[in-house]
């Protein structure tokens, strides 16, 4: 039986005809040994056609394809221009091998030419490979290795292109970054509160929130200084005048000790930092409720931006996230705790990150897992429209957000919520 290999360059196909079948008994072994010796290889495998690439576009598209598991119609005509006809009712006395087991289960659909991809073919490919410059006469020196590196780059381009308004990495280091800044924002405000109560202590009392209070302790500076004339700008900022008030009060009847002013220079720079970190913090939480909106929408609408950008940076990506399993998304984020309850054959988990949803919270001690689950299966519903829809909408989300309102009430009230199928219809036929 006649063999065929067909390889595909960077310079364009060729097809090989394999001769002597029975003397290397189709051993890989005996390919190996004979890599070195290419007039032995020669006489074993021969080049019988070649169909160069038009452009450095044409090859782009060819190799796409073929990685694809396509074949394109210049593919197809080469293949049949240069391999015996396929007579109807009769079996076939050649096979095609190739490297690409998908796309030779397209061709024998398509033209009913037998192909094969094993061990042998591919070793058979990995020589034609080595040598294949030798068997085109017409190639320059040079000329293969410069085709191989430009298809390399165009190749590469071609697959990591994206929209630049749908990078999910942008999420995950966001929400990365907002996390490192709570935790160093709480620390520094803590600093400040401890710092300026050498001062004024009895400052920590009145104003409880961090960002206000290291507002209105670069704004005090020196508490002998607070007047009457300072209430209007404390009202201003703490928004309540008999706070502004309580503070002048607290101000002359302060029992904290004086600093020099080298000291309250340094106190007020760090309450500037503080306020300029918790600044940031708000331009940036903005950020990632923007890109979530463009990113996933209907995971946004659904459980929240922040919930749902950590689950995204949880799974890695939100194509990972997309791929997962409602019951694997449901306990994201609770991965020690399956283990160990694994381990010692205790209870598993009911929720990770999801837990952090309003839902969970209104549910019932005896409902949190019920509604867990189904959420988390609404969750994965709302990743995979999300990252596998052409358009971006919020009108999935927004529906099935919807839907787990009416499973809470249907564990309160028992009222009988709308099957998914009538729902998703309905939001298909809205868009349409």
């Known amino acids: 039986m006649a063999m065929y290999v067909i ?27 004979s890599v070195s010796d290419l007039s032995r ?48 009712g009769k079996k076939p006395k050649f096979s095609l091998g190739l490297a690409e087991p998908k796309l030779g ?38 000329d293969l290795e410069k085709s191989q590196l430009g298809l390399a780059h165009s190749y590469s381009r071609a697959k990591v292109k994206f929209n630049v308004n749908r990078v999910d990495n ?7 970054m907002l996390d490192t800044l709570d935790k160093d924002i709480n620390s520094f405000a803590m600093r400040v509160r401890e710092w300026y109560s050498w001062h004024f202590p009895e400052l920590v009392k009145i104003v409880n929130d961090n960002y206000l209070y ?36 607290a101000g002359k009847a ?16 760090f309450a500037q930092k503080v306020m300029d970190l918790a600044d940031y913090r708000k331009k940036l939480y903005d950020y990632l409720v923007t890109k979530m909106s463009d990113i996933a929408p209907n995971l946004a609408a659904l459980i929240g931006e922040m919930v749902g950008a950590r689950l995204i940076s ?12 409602s019951s694997t998304l449901q306990i994201l984020g609770a991965e020690k705790a399956l283990f160990r309850a694994l381990k010692t054959r205790g209870n598993t988990p009911k929720y990770g990150l999801i837990f952090h949803s309003s839902f969970i919270g209104r549910a019932s001690a005896k409902n949190k897992g019920r509604i867990a689950r189904y959420l988390a299966n609404k969750c994965s519903i709302a990743s995979r ?48």
């Open 385 to 432: 429209i999300d990252c596998f829809a052409d358009g971006a909408t919020t009108a999935f989300g927004e529906k099935l957000r919807e839907q787990v309102e009416e499973r809470l009430e249907f564990y309160d009230k028992g009222v009988a919520p709308r099957k998914n199928v009538d729902v998703m219809k309905e939001v298909i036929e809205n868009l349409k």
């Open 254 to 269: 302060s029992m904290g000790s004086d600093l020099s002013p080298l000291d309250l220079i340094n106190v007020q720079t």
């Open 41 to 88: 290889f020669g006489r074993v495998v021969q080049l019988t056609a070649f169909h160069p690439f038009e452009s450095a576009l044409d090859a782009l598209n060819q190799v796409n394809a073929v990685s694809e598991g396509v074949m394109t119609d210049e593919l197809r005509s080469f293949l049949e221009l240069n391999l015996p006809k396929v007579k109807e």
């Open 214 to 249: 290291a507002r209105v302790s670069k704004m005090i500076d020196d508490k002998s200084k607070l007047t009457e004339d300072h209430i209007p700008m404390l009202t201003e900022v703490l928004g309540d005048e008999d706070k502004a008030k309580e503070v002048i009060e």
């Open 7 to 33: 390889y595909e360059s960077s310079s364009g196909y060729g097809l090989f005809e394999v001769h002597g079948l029975d003397e290397i008994g189709q051993n890989t072994e005996a390919v190996r040994t």
């Open 170 to 176: 942008m999420v995950i280091q966001a929400i990365f």
């Open 314 to 325: 949880h799974a890695g990506s939100l194509t990972n996230l997309a791929k997962c399993p």
């Open 105 to 142: 289960s397209h061709i024998f659909e398509a033209t009913k030419i037998p192909c094969q991809s094993n061990e042998f073919v591919l070793e058979l490919l990995r020589v034609v490979r080595q040598h294949f410059d030798r068997f085109i006469k017409d190639l320059k020196p040079g």
